[in-house]
């Protein structure tokens, strides 16, 4: 079984200052890792995707993450917070014997100006 | 591109009720995934297709669920008889492939409320 954990509820930043929020995994095979972010009353937006290759990958938004194989760890990074970051940001893994995202429980990131 | 829509966007009803979310997932898209947000649980797979093929159905709760997707371009996700504890936010969302590499296009949601 597969399975994400995001340890922090909540994360709280300044603006223009870095962010992290963490992710690790668990699957069976090799994994495939993504991250969405939630905006109130809203759907979930594709951010990035790690599939092979590189271990940063860049996505939208100035948004990097970093895929570390030994840590089983995905984090999601940005060299600097905008207030208009602050969302809810979703890891999810899945891997060759599984077509769906399981997702992580979810961390809120709040910047403040 | 329109996106995944969904509707309704919200819908209140009483309890023992039947509820029928719909969806309409991108063209061309042949993976279809219904998934349900709550506060205690997060967000959990209920039941996906694929070239409108139920896959995997193990995350329906129970039997008062049901899905179909009788063509590419529509999907039902049907509550019968509903109870208060199905009350959460349901999205669908679409797949180019169905593949675990390929992200998922997530519709707005329905917002369910059973009182």
């Known amino acids: 079984a597969q399975s994400v954990a995001q340890p922090e509820d909540q994360v709280n930043v300044a603006e223009g200052n870095p962010l992290t929020v963490k992710c690790t995994y668990s699957?069976?095979?090799?994994?495939?890792l993504f991250w969405y972010v939630q905006y109130p009353n809203r759907g979930l937006q594709f951010l990035l995707k790690y599939i092979t290759g590189d271990n940063l990958v860049k996505g939208s938004y100035g948004f990097e993450a970093e895929f570390n194989k030994s840590q089983t760890s995905f984090h999601l990074k940005k060299p600097s917070a905008l207030v208009s970051d602050s969302a809810l940001y979703f890891c999810a893994v899945s891997d060759t014997g599984r077509r769906a995202l399981t997702f992580g429980s979810g961390t809120r990131l709040q910047v403040q100006p | 591109d329109a996106g995944v829509i969904q509707s309704p966007r919200h819908e209140v009803t009483e309890m023992g009720q039947e509820v029928t979310l719909r969806c309409k997932p991108i063209s061309g898209h042949n993976s279809l995934f219904w998934y349900r947000q709550t506060m205690m649980r997060g967000l959990e797979l209920l039941i996906y297709f694929n070239n409108n093929v139920p896959i995997d159905d193990s995350g329906m709760p129970e039997d008062r669920f049901s899905a179909k997707m009788p063509n590419a371009s529509f999907s039902t996700l049907k509550i019968q008889p509903s109870e208060p504890r199905d009350s959460a936010v349901y999205f669908c969302?679409?797949?180019?492939?169905?593949?675990?590499?390929?992200?998922?296009?997530f519709g707005q949601g329905t917002r369910l409320t059973v009182v």
């Open positions: 969302a679409s797949s180019p492939f169905s593949r675990g590499d390929t992200e998922a296009f």
């Open positions: 699957v069976s095979g090799n994994p495939y």
